[in-house]
């Protein structure tokens, strides 16, 4: 039975933890730079950490240099503040998450990832916070490519250096809560599975033709049906 990638978005996918990413972010960004910049107007929404802070910043006049120069350690005070506010806010997870990534361990040919614009140690601080660390074998994060459609090819190489197996991607599936994970996946040739759990309006996600839509991932039957026989 031929091997399948699942590689699964965080925030509004997986979990909801009601801005705390963004609030940490902010305080960062304060922290180091003495501004936020464009941050509270800037749309998060399937953006890499990396080009939340390009977009925020360069409309105040810092350069790419000064920027990269000081990402190393605004993560760092990222993550401090993250971890202090994930406790403080109300992590949610999603309908059907607990259950869908039970059952798809389960599956021999299914390598579980993660697939994010978050940093790596911010989305393991998230995934931590929700109970669900542990169902994820490896990720291509932020801190890899600047630009979500860069990941899939990263994806790809950790699967074939870390497990020797070569995956086509019509054998991967991207399954996210934003327009940018359908494009994500359409870029590459891979099955995109759009679910409503988000913040998008589901109208706009049918707009760009997912090959799957999910309101939420909680019809586990259908959903494992469609990743075995696809």
């Not at 250096?161 to 809560?177: A, H, K, L, M, T």
Request: net charge negative; proline share 3%.
């Amino acid at each position: 039975m031929k091997k399948k990638a699942l590689l699964f978005d965080i925030d509004g996918t997986i979990l909801n933890c009601n801005k705390a990413g963004k609030h940490s972010l902010i305080q960062a960004c304060l922290d180091i730079f003495g501004t936020i910049g464009k941050m509270e107007v800037v749309d998060f929404q399937g953006k890499t950490d990396p080009l939340i802070l390009t977009e925020s910043l360069s409309a105040m006049g810092f350069s790419d240099d000064i920027i990269r120069n000081g990402t190393g350690k605004l993560k760092e005070k990222y993550f401090s503040h993250l971890r202090e506010n994930i406790i403080k806010y109300n992590t949610v997870i999603m309908p059907g998450i607990p259950v869908l990534l039970d059952a798809l361990s389960k599956q021999e040919n299914i390598i579980l990832g993660i697939l994010t614009g978050n940093f790596r140690q911010s989305a393991e601080i998230k995934l931590a916070a929700a109970g669900v660390e542990n169902y994820f074998r490896f990720g291509a994060f932020g801190d890899d490519a600047p630009n979500r459609n860069g990941l899939p090819p990263i994806a790809k190489n950790i699967i074939m250096e870390r497990y020797g197996i070569e995956i086509d991607y019509s054998d991967f599936f991207i399954i996210g809560d934003t327009v940018y994970d359908i494009e994500c996946a359409k870029a590459s040739g891979a099955v995109s599975i759009s679910v409503g759990t988000g913040w998008a309006d589901k109208e706009k996600l049918l707009s760009r033709n997912p090959d799957y839509y999910f309101d939420d991932l909680s019809d586990t039957e259908k959903i494992l049906n469609i990743i075995l026989n696809s």
